[in-house]
C-alpha cells in the first residue's frame, strides 16, 4: 500500500492536473476557457491557430511551438502573472505599447526556432496585482493580435502515435497532443523572482516537444539551465545533430542566475530522443524515479 502511494503521489504532483479551482474562475470567465492548475499556479493557453508556420517541410502544430500561454501564482492579498506571447513581427510593436501602458513588464524578446516562415518571435512578460484586472489587461494585448479567442470544436483525436521508445530513452512519459509529445522536466533546485519561488510550471521546467512529420520527428523546446550547464548542453546537442537556435533569458530578477537554451533537430523520432537524453544528462534536473 505504501508503494502504491507513492506512486500515485508521483504521478500526479510531477505532471499538471486538469481541474478547475473556485479562485481562478474569474479568470476563466474574463477569457471564455478553461484552465490548467498544478499547486498553486493556474495557466491557460491560447494556441495560435491561426498561423500557418513552416521550417522546410514542417508545418508547425500549435502544441510544438505556437501557443501564448500566461500563468497565475497567488502572492499575498495579489497575484504574480508571468508567460509568453507568440507575435508576428508587425504585432510586436502594438503589443509592447500596450503592455507598458497596463503596467506590465516585459522581460524578454527574442526568437526560439530559425529559418521559419513567416517570422515569428516570442515576448516574455510579469507583473502583480488583482488576478480579474491582471487578466483583463491580458485580454486586451491579446486583441491586438491575431490570436484566436474562441476555442476551435472539438475534432476526433488522431491516430494513436506509438512514442514509447522515446519516452524509454529520456526516462519520462510525455504528454501527448495530436501529433505532438511535450515533456516538461523540472530543476532540481528551487527558482525564485524578486525572492518569490516560482514554480516549473510557470516556465522553470525543461520543455522537450517532439511532432512526426512522416516517417521522422522534429524536435525544438527549451533546455533552462545554470550558467556552467549551457557550454556542456550546446556540445551535447551538438555532436548528436541537433541545432542549437538560441541563448538567452527570460526573467530580470532571478535566483540562481538562468539560460534558457532553444533547439531544433529533424531526423528518426529515436535518435533525437538520444541526443536530448545526453543534452539532459548534463543538467540538474528531477530525475523520474
Not at 236 to 261: C, D, K, Q, W, Y
Amino acid at each position: 500500500m505504501k508503494k502504491l502511494f507513492a506512486l500515485f503521489f508521483l504521478l500526479f504532483s510531477f505532471f499538471p492536473v486538469h481541474a478547475q479551482v473556485s479562485g481562478w474562475a474569474e479568470i476563466e470567465k474574463v477569457f471564455d476557457r478553461k484552465g490548467t492548475v498544478q499547486g498553486e499556479v493556474f495557466k491557460i493557453a491560447f494556441p495560435r491557430a491561426d498561423l500557418k508556420v513552416k521550417v522546410g517541410e514542417v508545418a508547425i502544430e500549435p502544441a510544438f511551438a505556437l501557443t501564448s500561454w500566461m500563468a497565475f501564482k497567488p502572492m499575498e492579498k495579489q497575484v504574480m502573472i508571468m508567460g509568453d506571447l507568440v507575435l508576428l513581427d508587425h504585432e510586436i510593436a502594438p503589443v509592447t505599447a500596450k503592455l507598458v501602458a497596463s503596467g506590465i513588464e516585459i522581460t524578454a524578446l527574442h526568437n526560439h526556432i530559425v529559418n521559419e516562415s513567416p517570422s515569428v518571435m516570442y515576448m516574455h512578460f510579469g507583473g502583480h496585482g488583482d488576478a480579474k484586472a491582471l487578466a483583463e489587461k491580458m485580454k486586451a494585448v491579446l486583441a491586438l493580435t491575431g490570436t484566436p479567442m474562441k476555442l476551435p470544436p472539438a475534432t476526433a483525436p488522431a491516430t494513436e502515435l506509438d512514442w514509447s521508445k522515446v519516452e524509454a530513452t529520456l526516462g519520462y512519459t510525455g504528454q501527448r497532443k495530436g501529433t505532438v509529445l511535450q515533456f516538461g522536466i523540472p530543476r532540481a533546485e528551487k527558482i525564485t523572482e524578486n525572492g518569490m519561488e516560482v514554480p516549473p510550471f510557470m516556465g522553470m521546467a525543461t520543455a522537450i516537444n517532439l511532432q512526426m512529420t512522416g516517417e521522422k520527428a522534429a524536435t525544438t523546446g527549451d533546455f533552462v539551465l545554470l550558467a556552467n550547464e549551457v557550454n556542456p548542453v550546446v556540445k551535447a546537442l551538438t555532436e548528436n545533430g541537433i541545432a542549437v537556435t538560441a541563448i538567452h533569458n527570460h526573467m530580470l530578477f532571478e535566483s540562481p542566475r538562468l539560460f534558457f537554451l532553444y533547439f531544433w533537430g529533424f531526423d528518426a523520432p529515436e535518435k533525437l530522443a538520444t541526443g536530448l537524453k545526453a543534452a539532459l544528462d548534463k543538467t540538474n534536473s528531477v530525475k523520474n524515479k
